[in-house]
């Protein structure tokens, strides 16, 4: 899988394969450098393998994989999400014995779920967390709710550090607001976003905090488009930093504000707080996972409409995902204000 959330919200069921089985052999491949990153020092991880399926040299790296992971293992777990075909056919050439993964309620039989030979029933009631851990019944692994760990990233001690001196270089005393503009464009994503306008209006009327804004290249018209007309005092734009590094910093923060996206999950991996900014997604399945939380929301009647699935993300009302748009600033400013109460300038988020 490529996501950054997706990834995150495997960790859990890790924890618990290797807890349960720790003379087991964990191999974990992903596709996308940033993910590997993400699941570095992961200590319920074996052998943490990168393959490029999204690069120039897709043949070369299929045949690579098939050299590197063909019949070597006992059980091959598809995580969810996983309902793409190309995910299916790469699970098939483990030859594993056991090819584990779900059934979907959209588009499963084209994505070749069926290549799969123990399957579980996609349930949309469930939190992508609460997915993956029931593939484990499949490894005689059965827990309870209240005992799946939380997501995890592990950082290093100096990792921490730099990102406690970051953030106290820029806001030492007053509140620090980690904020997420942006979200992925992949798959018409880009409409999971918040309006920027409505950022601008948020953060002007919140005098007393401070607030780093995070993000990449695609969202860098979001975030310069902020910074542009707030004020330059009390916001600050992390760019050009490593996934690891943005991760400190964020556990620095007070707390997180968000669209529904991996940065969202990251912020829930470092146990901080979340505001999520949530429009056609369900929230039951991707609320930040093991923290406190607030969803911030307007459901239509016609939502929430995004489900996984190769189609891209598309609104049939005639008012453009007003889901969002109507989720006005002053909405959000009541959340922001209840968690600076809670949790701003706390001492321990600092160090």
Not at 147 to 154: A, D, K, L, R
Not at 184 to 197: C, D, M, V, Y
Not at 230 to 251: C, G, H, P, W, Y
Not at 297 to 306: K, L, N, Q, V
């Amino acid at each position: 899988m490529i996501g950054m959330g997706d990834v995150l919200m495997t960790t859990p069921a890790l924890e618990l394969i290797k807890k349960h089985y720790p003379d087991s052999e964990i191999t974990y491949c992903t596709m996308s450098n940033g993910a590997r990153e993400l699941l570095k020092n992961n200590p319920y991880i074996d052998k943490l393998v990168y393959y490029p399926f999204m690069g120039k040299n897709k043949i070369a790296t299929l045949l690579n994989f098939i050299k590197e992971q063909s019949f070597r293992h006992s059980h091959c777990i598809s995580f969810y999400p996983s309902n793409r075909l190309h995910y299916n056919v790469v699970s098939l050439l483990t030859f594993a014995a056991h090819r584990i993964g779900h059934t979907y309620l959209h588009m499963n039989f084209s994505q070749l779920n069926w290549l799969k030979n123990h399957t579980v029933k996609e349930d949309d009631s469930l939190h992508c967390v609460e997915e993956n851990i029931k593939l484990l019944n499949f490894l005689d692994i059965s827990v309870s709710n209240d005992s799946i760990p939380p997501m995890t990233i592990i950082l290093d001690n100096y990792e921490i550090l730099d990102g406690a001196a970051f953030r106290n270089s820029f806001s030492s005393s007053k509140c620090c607001i980690g904020v997420h503009a942006g979200t992925s464009i992949l798959k018409g994503h880009i409409a999971r976003r918040w309006p920027k306008e409505y950022f601008v209006e948020l953060i002007n009327s919140i005098k007393d905090a401070n607030f780093i804004l995070f993000g990449t290249n695609e969202e860098l018209e979001a975030n310069q488009f902020i910074l542009e007309n707030t004020d330059s005092s009390r916001v600050l734009f992390v760019k050009d930093k490593k996934i690891r590094d943005v991760a400190a910093i964020i556990k620095s923060c007070d707390f997180f504000l968000s669209n529904d996206s991996g940065l969202m999950h990251l912020a829930a991996a470092v146990k901080k707080p979340v505001l999520s900014l949530i429009g056609p997604t369900n929230p039951t399945f991707i609320h930040p996972w093991g923290v406190d939380y607030r969803i911030l929301s307007i459901t239509p009647d016609c939502g929430p409409c995004f489900y996984y699935s190769p189609k891209p993300l598309a609104c049939n009302d005639k008012d453009q995902f007003h889901c969002l748009k109507d989720l006005k600033p002053p909405i959000v400013e009541s959340a922001i204000r209840e968690f600076i109460g809670l949790y701003g300038a706390n001492d321990s988020a600092k160090s």
